[in-house]
């Protein structure tokens, strides 16, 4: 490690929680939903049930905030890791709130099982194994980050998600390819082309 082999160098390392911003949502929703997700479903009132599992709580965090602690990490003479998340945790509640969604308790193998039978046939990018280490992720404590680096996030995990619906409704993006809403286009048929689910 550089750290064990180089004690005189300051070296940082950032531990975020899951990074939402509204121009990123595209792509995200590329990356881990597929070409199969109807951008019009995720308005207020539009999905009447949202599946709640045991387990399902993840930190979030807005790009911004997210900038502004690698900022303060240069500014200032710290050193060592530092975890970034902003509260609340996201849980099937505060989803079901965003969404203006009934939540309704279901046990997490039959859901796993309807991921993995969807990625098997090519119709979601996240293998069934990236749902698994969602559960498992714990809940990280980010009172180094605050008391040291001085940072507080200005948005809250729930608005982070807020805004990364909102960037998927309105389909925003940026001027970079990955980016891109142009990659979703004519039907999203690139992102078929390209292929979705598990590789042989």
Do not use: C
């Not at 064990?4 to 300051?10: E, G, S, Y």
């Not at 949202?50 to 900022?71: C, E, F, I, T, W």
């Not at 969404?99 to 308790?105: E, I, K, V």
């Not at 990659?183 to 690139?190: A, C, D, E, K, Q």
């Amino acid at each position: 490690m550089i750290e064990r082999d180089h004690p005189d160098m300051r070296v940082v390392r950032m531990r975020p929680g899951f990074i939402f911003k509204r121009e990123s949502a595209i792509a995200q929703r590329r990356l881990f939903a597929g070409p199969l997700l109807p951008h019009r479903l995720l308005r207020p009132g539009r999905v009447p049930v949202l599946p709640d599992m045991p387990g399902l709580r993840v930190q979030a965090l807005h790009s911004d905030d997210a900038a502004n602690a690698y900022r303060l990490a240069i500014v200032r003479p710290v050193r060592g890791a530092f975890n970034l998340a902003a509260d609340p945790p996201v849980d099937g509640a505060g989803l079901a709130r965003l969404l203006g969604a009934r939540r309704l308790r279901v046990p997490v193998p039959p859901v796993r099982a309807g991921l993995a039978a969807a990625w098997r046939m090519h119709l979601v990018p996240a293998s069934p194994d990236l749902f698994d280490a969602v559960l498992r992720i714990p809940i990280m404590s980010t009172g180094r980050a605050r008391e040291e680096l001085g940072w507080q996030p200005r948005h809250s995990g729930l608005d982070a998600v807020a805004e990364f619906l909102e960037g998927l409704r309105t389909g925003t993006g940026m001027d970079t390819p990955p980016l891109s809403p142009a990659t979703s286009r004519r039907g999203r048929t690139h992102e078929f082309a390209t292929g979705v689910g598990s590789r042989p």
